[in-house]
């Protein structure tokens, strides 16, 4: 009997989407470079129909035509290497999927050079970490729609569902797929660093105990704010460790590591002029809590305010929770500015509305308001910017005057709060009718001769300022 689907790379990811692809009764082929992961897997292989090939033609003549081969390697040059040695042995039509954290430019590079083999390439977006890759992870795959709709069946099949909907859709032609999971993870980035922020400040500033902290979050966790990441931060601050029996994030050394997914998020707004702050901040908060020695060198030298007031505590845990949540909007606005612009850039077509809705379940940043963001880009697929939308335009308006208490407060008793004050910066300058620009393009005229545009009729204009 030949199998369904293949999967390649049997690390932390492939070796739980296989077990999951064969929960659901796909017959799959297993295989890895190096010999010791897929006998690991199939010591542990819960009875499932998982069949272990230690040779890579014998793998490949096991499946099914077309030949659905899903890669989980290592992102970068070993998935050019996995290709490679696949090709040989691959007919046309056949189907090579990667499943890993690879740069959607690489996945446009690779999707065109296969297509001259007759070869169908996915970049397939993953998200959901180890738990998610066994019981159901979110899944933005990016091909040709055709390819797609060969290994849709299983894909959905193994895809986190909500209400009954798959969380996979197709997104879009070559790298989209990739792309998408990509800013997915600048997003993530974002949420991760307003909610540490907001932990710290209700901690450290409000001068609350740690479980204290916790039940805060596991009542936030009840409301609007409903999410994956205030469900485990409410989590992380209940665990004691077992070596000192202090609570465990004591123990946790503030220096952040990262993969590079956010960075790219970044460079690419960069690259495309999309102001992408909040999530770019959120980077640079990791790149400064990595300097660790240095700071703990700066915090001898250059001191803050002293002598700080006491906040009253119900008032000012109201105000965090409204600011961390209007953070979040403009985070995920920014988030979904990329996605439009970057659309219409590669002329993508992504359905902002599906989206929102693939992100509900199994991935890192699922939560409750997708919903809402998924109606708002149904309302009006061509909505500027998220905070625009009637339902975020009123909660950003209600909202914004704790979100100016919490960023005014961290300024005045030196709490940095790098992305709160960067989602109220971004609130105010994108409201903001006219800006100071004008200055800027003076200057530019004044020293360079860049020329400028008026206001009050068209035209190129340069003026002899000396
Ligand atoms: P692991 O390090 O656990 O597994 C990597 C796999 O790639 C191993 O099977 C490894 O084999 C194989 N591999 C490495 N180099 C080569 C090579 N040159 N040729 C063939 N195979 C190779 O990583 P993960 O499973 O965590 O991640 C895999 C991909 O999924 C990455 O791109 C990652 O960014 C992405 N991802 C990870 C998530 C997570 O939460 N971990 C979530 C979503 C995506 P061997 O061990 O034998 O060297």
Redesign the pocket.
């Known amino acids: 009997m030949q199998h369904s689907i293949g999967v ?8 739980n989407l296989a077990l999951n692809m064969a929960s659901h009764q796909e017959e799959v082929a297993i295989y ?3 010999r ?2 897929t006998d690991d897997l199939v010591a542990h292989d819960e009875g499932l129909p998982l069949h272990p090939y230690y040779d890579i033609e014998a793998f490949v003549q096991s499946l099914a035509r077309p030949r659905k081969i899903f890669m ?4 970068g ?2 998935i050019d ?2 290709i490679e040695s696949l090709l040989p042995h691959l007919e046309t039509g056949d189907i090579i999927m990667d ?4 740069h959607f430019l690489d996945t446009e590079r690779r999707f065109d050079e296969l297509q001259r083999h007759g070869i169908e390439y996915i970049g397939v977006g ?5 738990v ?2 066994r019981t159901g ?1 979110a899944i933005m795959p990016g091909g040709s729609k055709e390819a797609y709709e060969h290994v849709a069946p299983i894909l959905t099949k193994i895809a986190a569902h909500v209400e009954g909907d798959p969380c996979c859709v197709y997104i879009g032609p070559k790298g989209a797929g990739h792309f998408v999971k990509m800013v997915h993870n600048g997003i993530e980035y974002a949420d991760m660093q307003l909610i540490a922020e907001a932990y710290s400040f209700l901690r450290f500033r409000l001068g609350l105990d740690v479980t204290e902290v916790a039940d805060i979050f596991a009542e936030w966790n009840e409301g609007e704010l409903k999410s994956y990441l205030i469900e485990i931060t409410a989590d992380i601050l209940r665990k004691t460790d077992d070596e000192t029996g202090q609570p465990l994030i004591d123990v946790i050394l503030d220096q952040a590591g990262q ?1 590079g ?1 956010g960075k790219w998020t970044s460079l690419q707004a960069i690259d495309n002029g999309i102001a992408s702050s909040i999530i770019t901040e959120a980077l640079f908060a990791r790149y400064l809590s990595a300097i660790k020695e240095e700071r703990v060198a700066a915090s001898a030298v250059l001191k803050g305010p002293e002598d700080l007031s006491t906040l009253e505590r119900d008032a000012w845990v109201e105000r965090i929770r409204q600011a961390l949540y209007m953070g979040k909007v403009a985070a995920y606005a920014q988030g979904f500015t990329q996605y439009r612009t970057s659309s219409e850039l590669y002329d993508w077509n992504l359905r902002l509305e599906e989206i929102a809705l693939i992100f509900r379940g199994g991935c890192i940043i699922r939560a409750d308001f997708l919903n809402v963001i998924s109606e708002a880009f149904k309302n009006d697929a061509n909505l500027s910017n998220l905070m625009l939308a009637p339902f975020f335009a009123e909660k950003v308006q209600a909202y914004q005057e704790s979100l100016r208490h919490v960023v005014a407060e961290g300024a005045l008793s030196g709490f940095a709060l790098p992305s709160l004050s960067t989602s109220l910066t971004y609130y105010d300058s994108y409201r903001t009718a006219n800006s100071n620009a004008n200055m800027l393009q003076a200057q530019r005229d004044y020293f360079g001769a860049h020329t400028y545009a008026r206001t009050d009729r068209e035209g190129i204009f340069h003026t002899d300022w000396q």
């Not at 390649?8 to 070796?15: F, K, N, T």
């Not at 993953?126 to 180890?130: A, H, I, M, Q, Y």
């Open positions: 390649i790379g049997l690390g932390v990811m492939g070796r890895n470079y190096t010791d992961l989980m390697v290592t992102a040059s070993a290497s996995v499943g890993g954290n690879s993953v998200s959901g970490g180890e998610g890759a992870p993969k997914t």
